[in-house]
């Protein structure tokens, strides 16, 4: 095991032998690659348990597996087959190619090689022997592959929500366990956000008493960072930190002489000039900062910050910070509320970073999960020319959709055809990379499960919701992955099980939260929560009403995506004989599509049901049914909506009897919810009460069992209608 190359990304170099012929596996690698290390010792654990066995000589190989690198001084074979293959492989792409008994794993980089070992590693996994393994070449549909992951100290969403994570995440075995399931899944970077990290890194040169932590508890803060951020490289993963703007800690308000938040002085400028400096310098592994324009910038009164100034204060504090460092970092700058693209552009191009600025651009605003089209950003709401982000075309800096999820954080969710579908709609010239996450909801730890469920075999929230992950990585990673290929680890999980199905059933299902927020329009996060039928801080914000959407706001609210018509305005148009443009989705048509495609996932989930069923296979088909009975419940709303408009314009009886017996039938569905979710899953710390002191006391958890009275106030409601 000893023997490796000397130059540093010649990868891998591997004889394997069937154990059938009493012969094993030996590998060689570049021991000096941590990258190569990580991999060669992930491959090592599925040979072992696949049957082989591991030996030190190569000689006698059956077949030997190359692992070599497009941008490194090569032996002559090597070179030959670079020659042949390499020309064509981008940057995180790879090669598996067979010449007689040799099998080559070609890359431009050690991350790309990674992603070859981890390709070998799944075949084999699946089934395959070393002499049946596919000859394969993958190159990236986007460079940048990044999850976004809120840090539950100094969070932007405090609350109990948020403080129930704070061991879990302090916790080096998850943030593993996390690392992991990114590399299988070809993230490639981990953005951390709150709302000022450097408290919690460095005791700042100028400004000692800013952090709040003794010498010995900020030492173990920087064991905790630096071996997050080491654990990551080693993965070919790059980390950012993300904070807001101008913020500092309580502590150095009170030792300074400053406000917390909204302190445009020279002392707060300088203060965090100096931090972004010093964590550069600190944290060698740390791959770059990330900054936004809103909030704390005065968005709203006569301390609204400009364009010009947001800028201005982003260039005087963050640019210039990264450049007196000792070593250059890439940047993320946020393209937000009041941001100004031509603004932006002067800034990224005096700061002449070496790396592309990467621009994130929030695609529909906090409801990435809606409509595929692009119907609305954080960045349009005050006037702001989006067009000017990408045109003209930028050279220094490209765009990261952000698809934010603030919609679904109990119930698993995996669409395949939605991601591809918003792939082929966005990936324009100027795009190169998504961000994945939620601003409120945090996968650490699992609060909403019973712990003790029989059904309960994972550690962590984001083992429970892995094909989430999967889904959104492999597919930003090759959009042209198959079905076939994203459903193989479900016969992994479940060997019993027919993957493709189960698939199908998850795209069935989950096809219900799209259309919901795509019909019912979303801004930011509080808006709407599609799950639970919520929309907190659009109902309920002055006359202290409960957030659920009520069938009265449901039939007057805006659409997101125009192609679908409101209820209100169907209806409206109808009374008024006017024509429904065919291509447009009026709400009878949404109400036949959604109840058509839980009708189907539900036939899929009866199929697959069987007794000896694996329990957390039992609980993912009790989440998709549970979904089916939510589309069930829309589907039904939208018929009851209109017809509830319908017999307030013509005043017929028969549309208020149609509006009660659909309303029936929501509070069949809505009971059956109930019954699917009451034994597995405990009221839970509600996201959406994080933010600001709860408006509504006694919604301060949720669990779908809550809003049982709300279905029924529906009712009460119709039969109240001019008695």
Known sequence: MNLFYKFPIIFLVASLFSCSDGKGIQLEYDTNSAILSYGATQLKDDIETGGYTLQDSPEGASYIIHFVSADQKLNQIQNVILKQHSPDITPDGYKIRREGDHIYVIG??????????????EQLKAGADIS?????????????????????WSPYRPGPATDLHTETCKDLSFWEAYLDMMVENRYNALSLWNTHPFPYMIRAKNYPEATPFSNEELSEWKVFWKSLFKMAKDRGIETYLVNWNIVVSTEFAEAYGAKEHFDRSELVKKYTRESVTQVINEYENLTGLGVTLADWMGNWGEEKMTPTEREDWIEDTFVKGMAQADRKIKFIHRAVLAGDPKEMRRVIDKADLPDKTIVEVKFNWSHGQSTPKLSLTHSNDEGTIMRDFWDPKPENFFIAWMIR???????????????????????????????????????????????????????????????YYRLWGR????????????????????????????????????????????????????TLYSEGFLAPWIYGYDDQQSPFISIAEFIDHETLDANYISIKDYCE???????????RMDPLTLAEIVQGNSEKAMALIKKLRAPDN?????????????????GYY????????????????????EDKEKTLFHLEKC???????????????????????????????????????????????????VLQLEK
């Open 475 to 526: 597919l930003i990673y090759d959009a042209n992955e198959t079905d076939k290929a994203l459903a193989a680890e479900f016969e992994v999980k479940y060997p019993k099980i027919d993957g493709l199905s189960l698939l199908k059933a998850h795209s069935l299902a989950s096809k219900t939260p799209e259309h919901f927020a795509s019909f019912f329009k979303g801004t930011w996060d509080f």
């Open 132 to 152: 049946t393994l596919e000859e394969r070449q993958v190159n990236p549909t986007f460079n940048f592959r990044a999850i976004k992951f809120n840090l539950p």
């Open 634 to 653: 829309f589907s039904d709303k939208l018929r009851a909506g209109v017809a509830l408009k319908t017999y307030q314009l013509a005043k017929q009886q």
């Open 108 to 121: 431009k980089t050690e991350r790309g090689c990674l992603y070859g070992i981890q390709d070998i590693k």
């Open 614 to 630: 694996e329990p957390s296979l039992q609980s993912e088909l009790d989440d998709l049914e549970t979904w089916c009975h939510l």
């Open 405 to 467: 999820n603030e919609d679904f954080f109990v119930l698993r969710w995996g669409d395949p055809d939605f991601i591809r579908q918003h792939i082929k709609t966005n990936h324009h010239d100027y795009v190169d990379g998504y961000f994945v996450g939620s601003e409120g909801y945090i996968p650490a730890k699992d609060y909403s499960h019973i712990e003790d469920h029989p059904h309960k075999t994972w550690n962590y929230a984001f083992e429970k919701q892995w094909l």
């Open 667 to 717: 509070l069949s569905h809505w009971e059956k919810v109930i019954q699917m979710t009451q034994d597995r899953y405990r009221p839970m710390p509600y996201v959406s009460m994080g933010h600001h002191e709860p408006r509504w006391p006694e919604f301060t958890s949720f669990h779908w069992s809550n809003y049982l009275i709300d279905v029924k106030a529906d009712l009460d409601y």
């Open 573 to 583: 148009m109808k009374f008024q004989g006017q024509a429904i443009a065919v291509k």
